[in-house]
Nanobody, 116 residues
């Protein structure tokens, strides 16, 4: 079983910055892709950023230039650094981790609220 836990959500003023952190723990030898999705009420969950074990990064066009993602393979952690936040970035951010050969594991989500 893989447990994924996010932290770092909260309220921030527009133009501000925030870093979300996530750690995967449990019984696995290694973790493959890790990343972040976000969901706004009434809308589908959308990919924000992902990073492979080999550090290949994918960033959504809507946050490109403002968000960055990094990971630590030894600690099985992934961080999402967000700057110049906008009201449209408000939502619940979910971290995921892909243990090879097993189903994707999701965190419980962390709320980010950007006020203008």
């Amino acid at each position: 079983q893989v447990r994924v836990v996010e932290s770092g959500g909260g309220s921030v003023q527009a133009g501000g910055s925030r870093t979300l952190s996530c750690v995967a723990s449990g019984s696995f030898l290694r973790i493959g892709d890790m990343g972040w999705y976000r969901q706004v009420a009434g809308q589908e969950r959308e990919l924000v950023a992902s990073i492979s074990r080999d550090f290949v990064v994918t960033i959504a066009d809507s946050v490109k230039g403002r968000f960055s993602i990094s990971r630590n393979n030894a600690k099985t952690t992934v961080d999402l650094r967000m700057i110049d936040l906008k009201a449209d970035d408000t939502g619940v951010y979910y971290c995921y981790a892909d243990p090879p050969g097993r189903l994707r594991s999701w965190g419980q989500g962390t709320q980010v609220t950007v006020s203008s």
